[in-house]
């Protein structure tokens, strides 16, 4: 029998910073509140991109060239159109929907910018950019790129209630990416008066963010654009809407293991970070203009 699980803390959207020019986000994780990267492990960042109108413009917004090391980043399009090109040779659009999964591992150059013609008509932007960090051996790995369409997201859907399974598992579907640890990551899209019950492991760290609407969390209302942080007290409990919801879930297992992390790196110790930095200003994350 499932043991319920109670909420331990909600956050309200901290103050807004930008990242570059092209993404107003607000900080979840790590966050001035408390809410460090060994509590969240595996999740190490949380930039959430609330809904924000752009100006049309001919010279796309965005970030320019910058390196990563250690980690996997994950962007999660609600509404808007991003582009990404690496140094590794990944790249690609997302479109409302998809999904992009980059494996930064031992070291990759990136940029991130508003898709060209998207730009020149200007738009909403609607996302969520995640980090998740990788075990001391996976952080040797090659880096690499997962694109998920949204038509390729396996789904599970009964009684108002679509669970878009983007990572690990959901009633034994299947998610779209593959990831080095077990991480469970979902959107949830609720339609009026409908509920559901979730049941994840209690060691796994647990948290949701209220994309859209309002939601209610073992009968505590929660407005949207706060994140939720769910104890490690049990492992059930229930998500139901009144008007409507989409909710982004995430779950997974903790890595116990020493964090140094320093703007685009996230190592185990300080002289990895000094490595990582030496790297890449000898040119060893390849190249891209």
Known sequence: MSIPRNIEKI??????????????????????????????????????HSPYYYSPT???RGVGVHPHRGLETVTIAYSGMVSHNDSRGGGGTIFEGDVQWMTAGNGVLHKEFHEKEWSKQGGEMHMVQLWTNLTAKDKKSPAKYQALQNADIPRYNF???????????FNEIKG????????????????????????????????????????????????????????????????????????????GEPINEPIAARGPFV???????????????????GYLE
């Open 58 to 60: 001919d010279k796309p």
């Open 267 to 285: 190592m185990n110790t300080k002289e990895e970070l000094a490595e990582a930095y030496n790297d890449f200003y000898a040119g060893k994350y």
């Open 11 to 48: 956050i309200n959207p901290p103050e807004f910073h930008w990242v570059g020019d092209g993404f107003r986000v607000h900080n979840f994780i790590p966050a001035v509140n408390g809410l460090s990267m060994e509590r969240m492990s595996p999740f190490i960042l949380l930039d959430y």
């Open 159 to 169: 009684d108002g209630v679509e669970v878009e399974v983007i990572a690990g598992s």
């Open 176 to 251: 779209a990416a593959s990831t080095f640890t077990p991480i469970n990551l979902y959107n949830l899209k609720l339609q009026a008066d409908s509920s559901l019950e979730l049941n994840l492991p209690r060691n796994y760290n647990t948290a949701l963010l209220v994309v859209k609407g309002g939601i209610t969390v073992n009968g505590q209302s929660i407005a949207v654009d706060n994140f939720v942080l769910m104890a490690n007290d049990g492992e059930q409990f229930s998500v139901s809407t009144t008007d409507g919801a989409i909710v982004l879930v995430m779950s």
